[in-house]
């Protein structure tokens, strides 16, 4: 069984970058999987960041594209993200998930973790 | 992008009553790739429905979908006190993959 945990700092600074990590326990992040970010702002519905291939390909939302970076470790069993230049805007519950493919639903989700874009 | 509305924003009903949600695109999704999420406070969305009509696994078969092309529903049989949450339906056959707005199901 997939499980999956997200872990980065709460709290980032506007304009600074923000670092999140998901953890995958229970299958390899080198099969043949698809890995993403989504994030739901207080309040507020879901918005696909971008998916990672165990082979490194990346796929990201347009509207994101030019701040976002995923990347992915298969010899910890993890995937990262890193959005840039953030601000107010950017504060929401970040969730890693699998898929399928990238043309696939989020299968399994982490718990989420809440980040907070505030100087 | 393909934007997804779903109708109604809140739906009061009372446990055993019928449930009817629904999800209209702005364009055609492709090969119906059409998911269903349930979202309780503090919890992250858990897969209901995948591909318009299949349940995922552990779903209860009082959950159903059905549509095609711009217009899809779930359906929740008979409700249950668990069942009164958030639902939210995401399209996956276009990129970049989008979700609605959300329905609440709130006890009456």
């Known amino acids: 069984q997939v499980q999956l945990q997200e872990s980065g700092p709460g709290l980032v600074k506007p304009s600074e970058t923000l670092s999140l990590t998901c953890v995958v326990s229970?299958?390899?992040?080198?099969?043949?999987?698809?890995w993403g970010w989504i994030r739901q702002p207080p309040g507020k519905g879901l918005e696909w960041i971008g998916s990672i291939y165990h082979s490194g390909s990346t796929f990201y939302n347009p509207s994101l594209k030019s701040r976002v970076t995923i990347s992915i470790d298969t010899s910890k069993n993890q995937f990262s993200l890193k959005l840039s230049s953030v601000t107010a805007a950017d504060t929401a519950v970040y969730y890693c998930?699998?898929?399928?493919?990238?043309?696939?639903?989020?299968?399994?989700w982490g718990k989420g973790t809440t980040v907070t874009v505030s100087s | 992008e393909i934007v997804l509305t779903q109708s109604p924003g809140t739906l009061s009903l009372s446990p055993g009553e019928r449930a009817t949600l629904s999800c209209r695109a702005s364009q055609s999704v492709s090969s119906n790739y059409l998911a269903w999420y349930q979202q309780k406070p503090g919890q992250a969305p858990r897969l209901l429905i995948y591909?318009?009509?299949s349940r995922a696994p552990g779903i209860p078969d009082r959950f159903s979908g059905s549509g095609s092309g711009t217009d899809f529903t779930l359906t929740i049989s008979r409700l249950e006190p668990e069942d009164f949450a958030v639902y939210y339906c995401?399209?996956?056959?276009?990129?970049?993959?989008?979700f609605g707005g959300g329905t609440k199901v709130e006890i009456k």
């Open positions: 998930a699998s898929q399928r493919s990238i043309y696939s639903y989020m299968d399994v």
């Open positions: 229970g299958y390899s992040s080198s099969s043949a999987y698809y």
């Open positions: 591909g318009t009509s």
């Open positions: 995401q399209q996956y056959g276009n990129s970049p993959s989008t």
